[in-house]
């Protein structure tokens, strides 16, 4: 359920008509829910109710300091994965301690920022990386809490360039070296186990590999007690997909009570990081169209929102579905074209082969379901300044970050007189 929805033909977020928000913010423009980001974090947290379980809200999906926020509000904790997005939590008022960090690669001054401000904790992808974290943690006079991220070899299924639970993947260590690296770590005055992490993919559609993947790694946290290593805690990562445009996934419900069933032997809590499922659909990309053009039997709707705004089209052959903002017109002829942006480059579309009522220049087009890696992943190709953004609640709305000048583009490039100088030492 989202809550961008026509009234009287035209489109709404929440009670607000997407027309005026472009009107007021410009285009392009990314709009949020406040009422279906709050929907959606609350029906997986009530899912897993009665289990002791945290929902570490995945901050790479939408970083938006507004909506960490919002979440933090709710209660949630929050999956990082490096010091800049550890800042934004603290900036919006997140809990270090319901801070999990992930990642393959983590620099020496982001496991020491992690480790002073106190987040929950490390999860640790690679022996060196255990190793490297024991080293920063002793230099600290700290423990460093630590879970190992296990690849648990399934198959979710989902595009090659968001899997990560494959041998194949350079995500997490195998089942057999995380048995060793417990063993190492428990016997390591500078680190303190606390868990275990697995995270297989993203935009995953059916329940079954989460289960497969929760299976491996109970037997494992089985293994460990007997050995006397015993585990709080289990992060079944994220993952869960959304409808973009056929997909059926399970409902947050189902999957939330899936994983509870899975997981209510294990004595202790159980950690998620969910990124799309709460973001997704909480958000569309606003953009005007430019121009209708025609250039042999195809037509392209040149919008004013490019590659640089999303990249999941052009990025993984993403599908998002398109319409006008306004009421739809009578008259308009149905055509099949390219939505593409001003960006000289030929992967630069939002989509391709789309049927669509024909636009007119000025009009308003959204692109759904553009609430997770979205905004996130953009950025000033063709020195585009980024779009703004604007958290829409009840009739209101309130920009939550907004749009960048042609000054943003520049600031920290530093004019000449002034330009840090590197010397090599001398020998
Ligand atoms: C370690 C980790 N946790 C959580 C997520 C969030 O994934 P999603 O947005 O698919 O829920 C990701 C991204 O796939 C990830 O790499
Ligand atoms: N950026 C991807 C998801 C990546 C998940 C991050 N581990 C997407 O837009 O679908």
Known sequence: ?????????????????????????????????????????????????????????????????????????????????????LYRVLKAGGHPGKVVFSGVGKRD??????????????????????????????????????????NPDVDPKTHPYISTGLSENKFGVSVDEARRLYALAAQDPALEVRGVACHIGSQITT??????A??????????LGKQGIRLGHVDVGGG???TYADEEPPHPDEYGRAIKKALSRFDGEVMLEPGRVLVGNAGVLVTRVLHVKESGRKVFVVVDAAMNDLVRPSYYDAH???????????????????????????????????RMPRPVRGDLLVVR????????MSSNYNSRPRAAEVLVDGDGARLARRRETYADLVRGETPEPEAERFRTPRR
């Open 207 to 212: 329940v079954r590999p989460f289960l497969d």
């Open 109 to 150: 001054d982001e496991v020491a920022f992690a480790l002073e401000s106190g987040v929950k904790v490390l999860n640790v992808e690679s022996a060196p990386e255990l190793a490297r974290i024991s080293i920063v943690a002793r230099r600290m006079g700290l423990r460093a809490p630590v879970a190992l991220r296990v």
């Open 240 to 242: 869960l997909g959304i």
């Open 320 to 354: 998002h579905e398109i319409e006008p903002a306004g009421a739809p017109r009578k008259d308009a002829e149905e055509i099949v074209c390219d939505v593409v942006g001003p960006i000289c480059e030929s992967s630069d579309f939002l989509a391709r082969k789309r």
């Open 1 to 85: 359920m989202n809550h961008f929805q026509r009234k009287r033909g035209v489109l709404h977020a929440e009670a607000v008509p997407v027309e005026e928000l472009a009107r007021a913010y410009g285009t392009p423009l990314y709009v949020y829910s406040t009422a279906t980001l709050t929907r959606h974090w609350k029906v997986l947290h009530r899912s897993l109710a009665g289990l002791d379980h945290l929902v570490c809200y995945a901050v790479k999906a939408n970083s938006n300091l507004a909506v960490l926020s919002l979440f933090a509000r709710l209660g949630s904790g929050f999956d990082i994965v490096s010091g800049g997005e």
């Open 369 to 376: 379901s553009a609430g997770a890696y979205g905004f996130a």
């Open 214 to 223: 929760i299976a491996r790694v109970l037997s494992l946290v089985k293994d």
